[in-house]
């Protein structure tokens, strides 16, 4: 199963040891995110090393065993899908915009995300964690 992860996936990842973190490393999945995501982590590397007890540096060690489970692809990957994104999310929230741009650029089975914005658009599909370990459960 082909997988966009939303930024608050790997940060909740990257918090605590759970059962998110676990899907995130389950070779059943294949989990790709927008190199957006990344740059965004690591604004708030602070604020996650607070979060997660762990030093910055530790932080960032974790990120690099959880980013070999992830392939990052480069803005220009999503460029081509990022208007027809912005027409979809932009109005509901436009840090959303790269992960749907992703989610069109190529055959994928949607986006996994807590985040209740993604919720507002139906073009993509949209997964949530309860419901990726339900699938994994039959």
Same mark, same amino acid.
């Given at each position: 199963?082909?997988?966009?992860?939303?930024?608050?996936?790997?940060?909740?990842?990257?918090?605590?040891?759970?059962?998110?973190?676990?899907?995130?490393?389950?070779?059943?999945?294949?989990?790709?995110?927008?190199?957006?995501?990344?740059?965004?982590?690591?604004?708030?590397?602070?604020?996650?090393?607070?979060?997660?007890?762990?030093?910055?540096?530790?932080?960032?060690?974790?990120?690099?065993?959880?980013? $070999?489970?992830?392939?990052?692809? &480069?803005?220009? %990957? @999503?460029?081509?899908?990022? /208007?027809?994104?912005? !027409?979809?999310?932009?109005?509901?929230?436009?840090?959303?915009?790269?992960?749907? $741009?992703?989610?069109?650029?190529? &055959?994928?089975? %949607? @986006?996994?995300?807590?985040? /209740?914005?993604?919720? !507002?658009?139906?073009?993509?599909?949209?997964?949530?964690?309860?419901?990726?370990?339900?699938?994994?459960?039959?």
């Amino acid at each position: 199963m082909k997988l966009i992860a939303d930024t608050n996936v790997l940060i909740s990842a990257l918090v605590k040891k759970s059962t998110v973190r676990g899907l995130l490393l389950n070779p059943l999945f294949e989990f790709y995110v927008p190199e957006h995501c990344i740059e965004e982590i690591e604004r708030h590397v602070g604020e996650i090393s607070e979060r997660s007890g762990l030093s910055v540096e530790n932080v960032f060690l974790l990120l690099g065993v959880l980013l $070999a489970s992830v392939q990052v692809v &480069p803005a220009e %990957g @999503v460029v081509k899908k990022y /208007k027809e994104a912005e !027409k979809i999310m932009g109005k509901i929230d436009r840090d959303d915009v790269p992960f749907i $741009a992703l989610a069109l650029s190529f &055959p994928n089975d %949607g @986006v996994w995300t807590e985040d /209740k914005h993604f919720l !507002k658009q139906s073009r993509v599909k949209v997964w949530r964690t309860r419901e990726l370990l339900k699938l994994l459960a039959e």
